[in-house]
């Protein structure tokens, strides 16, 4: 099946600070991506649609200035989470469909921690 | 607006079998999803219906009545590394995945 990988799979940042974090398709190219974010014990909460060649797609209450969403290639996306904060801190997925409306791949997560 | 309803917990037995509900209204339907979580990983697939009736696969079946807005998930042999989070979710008319709340199965020996 089709490979989808993030990293980093972890990180510690101090408030205030960016953290980028990337989304490749390994083995497949992907216009679209999705990227997702899920507190502990929740459910996962769709953040934005990355676009390739285009501007991303913010759900409703997702600030794109401060979750900054660039998708350069057929392969990769990028989330810089800006000035970032304690309440920040979470689990983030991006996922990228093989065709329009196919199974979606997910990446392995990162895990954000902003102290 | 769009919802999708699934149990929060639910608790079964090793060897036993589980059926975890997932009923939906959404703004159009382009299939149906079924995931399985285990604690701080990405979800990963687990069933796509997109036409009425039940898919088998192995030990897990996915069934699907699009006029009831209603999927099953059926789980035999439970073993207990199927101790996870199960999420339902279903591809509305924009193609979005719409998700459930998931769904915590708890297998106990």
Redesign the interface.
Known sequence: GAVVSQHPSWVICKSGTSVKIECRSLDFQATTM?WYRQFPK?????MA?SNEGSKATYEQGVEKDKFLINHASLTLSTLTVTSAHPEDSS?Y?CSAPTD??G???????T?LTVT | GQNIDQPTEMTATEGAIVQINCTYQTSGFNGLFWYQQHAGEAPTFLSYNVLDGLEEKGRFSSFLSRSKGYSYLLLKELQMKDSASYLCAVLDSNYQLIWGAGTKLIIKP
């Open positions: 999705f929740q459910s996962l909460m769709l649609t689990f997925i329009e409306w199974e979606q791949y997910f990446g392995p997560g895990r």
